[in-house]
């Protein structure tokens, strides 16, 4: 069963610093998607990785798949209050044997002045 | 485009009593979704569905019912509510271009009260 673990969930910093969110998955899959989502709100699309070695950036964040390790990360460089949301890793379950997205729990980010 | 469509926004109901969810996509996907999130937590899928006729549990599926007669519409279906039910519901939908599952596409959720 495909299991996704995203660490930290909860992450707390400073205006312009930087930091990396993780998400590890446990069976074979070379589709990976990150959503943002705000408080109170639905969840939006972000990055979409499609094959090993994939890299998506969008302004201070950006993407990367490594599927021989099974690791995502999000990058978030200069962090700026904007980016205050909760943000979802989701594997695409087939390859492993699972019908369906699995989305990890989470990741809280809050950005502070 | 409208994607995909939830209804009712938003819902109080009273122990006991029975609803229906709605949820429509004109994305003509294959694949559609129910979760629910409970306050500051993560999603938790109910049911899913792979085509029309076709439905299968999640990991939380009990006091719920699902059917799918039509690739546009998955209705959700609370009986006998109760408080634990208290949450808000998202549906969603996706495609399978060759042998994967690409990205949901949510509807704006159902924010669900029990008393």
């Known amino acids: 069963e495909l299991k996704v673990e995203q660490n930290p969930l909860f992450l707390s910093m400073q205006e312009g610093k930087n930091y990396t969110i993780y998400c590890n998955y446990s069976?074979?899959?070379?589709?990976l998607y990150w959503y943002r989502q705000d408080p109170g709100k639905s969840l939006e699309s972000l990055f979409v990785?499609?094959?090993?070695?994939a890299v998506k950036q969008e302004g201070r964040l950006m993407a990367s798949l490594d599927t021989k390790a099974r690791l995502s990360t999000l990058h978030i460089t200069a962090a700026v209050h904007d980016l205050s949301a909760t943000y979802f890793c989701a594997v695409d379950g087939r390859r492993g044997g699972s019908e369906k997205l699995v989305f990890g729990k989470g990741t809280k980010l809050t950005v502070n002045p | 485009n409208a994607g995909v469509t939830q209804t009712p926004k938003f819902r109080i109901l009273k122990i006991g009593q029975s609803m229906t969810l709605q949820c429509t996509q004109d994305?003509?996907?294959?694949?559609m979704y129910w979760y629910r999130q409970d306050p500051g937590m993560g999603l938790k899928l109910i049911y899913y569905?792979?085509?029309?006729?076709?439905?299968d549990k999640g990991e939380v599926p009990n006091g719920y019912n699902v059917s799918r007669s039509t690739t546009e519409d998955f209705p959700l279906r609370l009986e006998l509510a109760a408080p634990s039910q208290t949450s808000v519901y998202f549906c969603a939908s996706s495609y399978t271009p060759g042998q994967g599952v690409a990205e949901a596409f949510f509807g704006q959720g159902t924010r669900l009260t029990v008393v």
């Open positions: 990785l499609l094959s090993n070695g």
């Open positions: 994305m003509n996907h294959n694949y």
């Open positions: 069976t074979t899959s070379d589709r």
């Open positions: 569905s792979v085509g029309a006729g076709i439905t």
